[in-house]
Nanobody
């Protein structure tokens, strides 16, 4: 099981980024995938999650309406996080992970996650 996040960068407030999570070792039809973020020294914040059977999504209140999680179940086997109207408080390391369960839950227990991708929002 491997997950690899990419797409981070430096943007100005109000701009957009799209993160990608490449998954290998299992199918997106099998397990839910979530995005979470963490600033060193602070607690993890679960951002978004997409369930495997039906693509049901859940979002943190802090990003609802600005971020969208989606997936590509084709050979790409990728999950995306479209982030619009970024704010300085969105600055963080973003990770994608799975708890090897089909459904998303609040406060997911992640068993596998990849290296983070850094998002910096600054003017």
């Amino acid at each position: 099981v491997q997950l690899q996040a990419s797409g981070g960068g430096l943007v100005q407030p109000g701009e957009s980024l799209r993160l990608a999570c490449r998954v290998s070792g299992f199918s997106l039809d099998d397990y839910a995938i979530g995005w979470f973020r963490q600033v060193p020294g602070k607690e993890r914040e679960d951002v978004a999650c997409i369930s495997s059977p039906d693509g049901t999504t859940i979002y943190a209140d802090s990003i609802a309406g600005r971020f969208t999680i989606s997936r590509d179940n084709s050979l790409n086997n990728k999950v995306y996080l479209q982030m619009n109207n970024l704010k300085p408080e969105d600055t963080s390391l973003y990770y994608c992970g799975t708890g090897l369960t089909p459904f998303c839950m609040r406060e997911m227990k992640y068993d596998y996650w990849g290296q983070g991708t850094l998002v910096t929002v600054s003017s």
